[in-house]
């Protein structure tokens, strides 16, 4: 049995449980809402795990590509069977460290921020007398969307501003070490409106297009980005997309007729969607108290665990699911630190609870673990528990040591 109370018993808690089966159906459901000739990548960010990786790769369905962000995420690609040479490599802050390991894996394809990291990948690239092969993300100097969280049209470590490119170009096209091979967008994320979805990546497919016209940017290659919404610690289940495929093919077949022969090749990019509602965290409660007035049912995890993007007004505050039966009651839902912001749910509605029951928050696939405050008061991680088909498939634990090197300095 793989239910909440039976993994807790056998493995304790905080414990978070990733269903593979439910990750292999949200693959399932955005490959159908994409055209058939669109590749996908799966953002590690959202949850390195291998094996939750490994099932986005595996089975006769389509397979996802890898975007990585850092070398830790390109080896739990590789871990997962991923290629290097077919992975793709972003981020504002890539080092020469970095940037040397991930050629030196065989990484061939590199997202790149400004003039200055194109130069990066370069000397890279020249260093291992490669190759690389770059997309230039794109700030587009406009929006056409307000849902979601905004990722353009304002200033930004991502991406090169739009207007600044005609200018820009011939330099960005005699880095040493590079071959400019397309163009990278990312305009917004958990986006549940389809048509705010559609007029974000109509925006990114005809400026895409203008942009290769009037400056010459190669087009082999375009990653329209992603967006595509799933609830975030909340009961509900992920955006649908019913219009979304026929309208990008439209949007294609008016911008860049020859997409269907692969000029260009076309990707999209999720994380969320992918795995969001594929992972749940089951907590115990430790502790009930009053406080004048005032009920707080304390747990086992907190922002430690879960949602530590949430302080920054990054994530939602949660709600919960509960194994125990109860009449609802207002309460606040708080972790085990030592800090007053440690709460998952401020007065929302509880169960009568007591020290012992679980209490499970749902759809917690993406930006779970990684995404946490893991570090704050030395506290374990959570085990992590993958099961398929009603099996527990692999139980693991993430592990925080700190590295000494001898420095010959007594006490050092």
């Known amino acids: 049995m793989t239910g909440p109370q039976e993994l807790a018993e056998r493995f304790g808690t905080p414990l978070y449980v990733y269903d593979l089966d439910r990750i292999a159906e949200a693959r399932a459901a955005l490959f159908a809402a994409l055209p058939e000739e669109f590749e996908l990548f799966y953002a590690l960010k959202a949850n390195p795990h291998p094996e939750v990786a490994r099932a986005l790769r595996a089975g006769p369905a389509r397979a996802c590509r890898a975007e990585v962000s850092s070398v830790g995420e390109l080896a739990a690609a590789i871990e997962a069977g991923y ?11 890539k080092t020469a460290a970095e940037l040397d390991e991930a050629v030196a894996a065989g990484v061939r394809l590199f997202s790149v921020e400004s003039l200055s990291d194109l130069r990066h990948v370069g000397a890279a690239a020249t260093g291992h007398g490669v190759f690389a092969r770059c997309l230039l993300r794109v700030n587009s100097a406009s929006a056409s969307a307000s849902t979601g969280i905004r990722m353009t049209g304002r200033p930004s470590q991502f991406g090169i501003d739009s207007e600044t490119l005609p200018g820009l170009m011939p330099e960005l096209s005699s880095v040493l070490g590079t071959r400019i091979v397309g163009a ?17 990546f109509a925006h990114a497919i005809e400026l895409a297009a203008s942009l290769h016209a009037e400056t010459g940017l190669p087009l082999e290659f375009l990653d329209i980005g992603g967006g595509f919404a799933s609830p975030y610690a909340v009961r509900g289940e992920r955006a649908t997309y019913d219009k979304l495929r026929t309208e990008l093919a439209r949007l294609l077949d008016l911008h860049l007729p020859r997409w269907r022969e692969a000029s260009p090749s076309i990707a999209c990019e999720s994380g969320r969607y992918l795995v969001g509602g594929g992972g749940s965290l089951v907590c115990r409660v430790v502790n009930v108290k009053a406080s004048r007035g005032r009920r707080f049912v304390i747990l086992d995890a907190g922002i430690n665990a879960v949602g530590g993007l949430s302080g920054l007004g990054r994530l939602l505050p949660t709600a919960v699911e509960v194994d125990a039966a109860a009449h609802p009651d207002v309460g606040s839902l708080v972790g085990p630190l030592c800090t007053p912001g440690d709460i998952l749910g401020r007065d929302i509605g509880l169960p009568e609870l007591a020290p012992g029951d679980l209490v499970t928050v749902p759809n917690v696939g993406a930006y779970g673990v990684t ?15 993958v099961v398929a088909g009603g099996e527990v498939v692999s139980v693991s634990r993430l592990e925080q040591h700190r590295a000494y090197e001898p420095t010959g300095v007594a006490g050092g």
């Open 371 to 385: 995404a946490s405050l893991l570090g704050f008061l030395s506290r374990p991680a959570p085990t992590e528990v």
């Open 83 to 93: 290629p290097p040479d077919e992975c793709l490599y972003t981020g504002p802050g």
């Open 184 to 200: 990278h967008f990312f305009t917004m994320s958990n986006a549940a409106d389809e048509l705010s979805l559609i007029g974000e």
